[in-house]
């Protein structure tokens, strides 16, 4: 395990799992090496919900998947997972989640070689009903875990809710590359080919249900009504099954002129829309934390966040770098256009954005990690429900 796993390492040694490795997993990996030894492990090379196309970065990176495109996760996989971590034999494994049957696997196979667990979460409880069976289970999984890396204020609240000691949660989990999102333009990237119009707020997202995007063409609808010719225009990155029917909403609200569709965008051509855009804008009805308002405060824009979305708690002040608004609400999310595109000073808000993000860099990430690290190791041969492990086992065999 020699070559990109001990690049500028420290002592601790530390197995990183994802779904499977993107631009952002790559980023926070290289960070992690800058302090410690780092395994790359990914349950698959290929993720079902993004088109990352980053298998020339990810070979350099060493990064090891579990299963290749079209093979079924299983018993091969584990076992190959077993192996990796018997060769590299890590102070702990840090596991994304517990709700995926992989995730359970993993953590079951630590405990089965002694090898202690970080629980990596952004779920939260924010404008959700939860299920009370499945919080019970949820409850009950948590002593599979010897610490936890969390991505903010809510989502340490609902583990501690399920009965996860606070004193073994680190925060840091969901951050970006500041730096890349700050340019202006990715360096060695050419820029996007869309030109944008001169005024406009930005939203990146999946178009997919979820994301409030057709209560965000409502909510702009009504400021551009208020404003008429004078307003901004409204610009939507990205791609996914609602991408004809938010089009053809557009067109019935007769706003082709004025919001524009431009598509699902790489990683590299992002930086450019975020520094040409007046302010940034995410509706999200449910969202665990919204990496993509991180990138918008990293551009320095002023930001609209709704309140289901889980980093608003941590990256939103009200009326400094921007404002929460009720995900439902359109006339209040139309009024915020408003304020937003009269505001004079727009500057003092993307400079406050600017301020609060540095704090939300790739490092927190590296130092909750090996924070939450130390935390698993000085809890190794802490007891392990058996109900735990056998509800893990029963969940592991999900399709």
């Known amino acids: 395990m020699s070559g990109p796993i001990n690049d ?10 994802f779904r499977s490795y993107g631009p952002y997993h790559l980023a926070r990996l ?73 995730c359970l696997s993993a953590a079951r196979l630590c405990r089965d070689l002694s090898i202690p667990t970080v629980l990596m ?12 069976l499945r919080e019970i289970l949820k409850r009950s999984l ?3 875990f010897d610490a936890a890396l969390v991505a903010g204020t809510p989502h340490k609240n609902y583990l501690v809710r399920l009965g996860f000691p606070p004193e073994k949660i ?10 890349h999102f700050g340019s202006g333009t990715a360096l060695g990237q050419s820029t996007t080919t869309f030109h944008p119009p001169r005024n406009y707020f930005f939203c990146c997202s999946r178009l997919v249900e979820g994301k409030n995007l057709h209560g965000l063409v409502d909510a702009f609808k009504r400021y551009q009504q208020s404003s008429r010719d004078d307003g901004w225009n409204l610009v939507i990155a990205g791609d996914g099954a609602l991408y004809a029917s938010l089009s053809q909403y557009i067109e019935d609200m007769s706003l082709a002129a004025h919001v524009h569709l431009v598509g699902r965008k790489a990683y590299h051509e992002l930086p450019p829309l ?9 509706p999200s009805s449910a969202e665990t934390w919204g990496l993509v308002v991180n990138e918008a405060m990293a551009a320095g824009l002023p930001v609209l966040v709704s309140s289901a979305v889980g980093c608003h708690m941590d990256l ?13 609400d359109t006339a209040g999310l139309a009024e915020l256009f408003s304020k937003i595109a009269n505001t004079p000073d ?21 130092s909750g990690l090996i924070a939450a690290t130390s935390i698993a190791r000085a809890s190794r041969g802490a007891p392990r429900s058996a109900t735990a492990t056998a509800i893990a086992a029963a969940l592991s065999y999900r399709s």
Request: proline share 3%.
């Open 8 to 17: 500028n390492c420290g002592s601790m040694r530390i197995a990183l799992l």
């Open 30 to 102: 290289k960070a992690a090496r800058s302090k410690a030894s780092v395994l790359a492990v990914e349950f698959a090379e290929v993720d079902g919900e993004y088109d990352w196309n980053v298998a020339d970065q990810k070979r350099r990176a060493g990064v090891v998947s579990l299963s290749t495109a079209g093979r079924r996760r299983g018993r091969d996989e584990i076992a190959k997972l077993k192996n990796l971590l018997r060769a590299f034999s890590p102070h702990a494994v840090a596991i994304p989640g517990y709700s995926e049957p992989q």
């Open 121 to 132: 979460s952004d779920s939260h409880a924010l404008g959700r009903k939860r299920h009370s």
């Open 142 to 144: 948590m002593s599979l």
């Open 170 to 179: 680190a925060l840091g989990y969901d951050v970006v590359d500041n730096r």
């Open 274 to 282: 975020y520094a040409a855009a007046g302010a940034f804008v995410f």
């Open 316 to 328: 939103v002040e009200d009326g400094i770098n921007g404002y929460i608004f009720d995900p439902i």
């Open 346 to 366: 727009r500057n003092a808000l993307g400079n406050a954005s600017r301020r609060i993000i540095r704090h939300w860099d790739l490092d927190r990430f590296t």
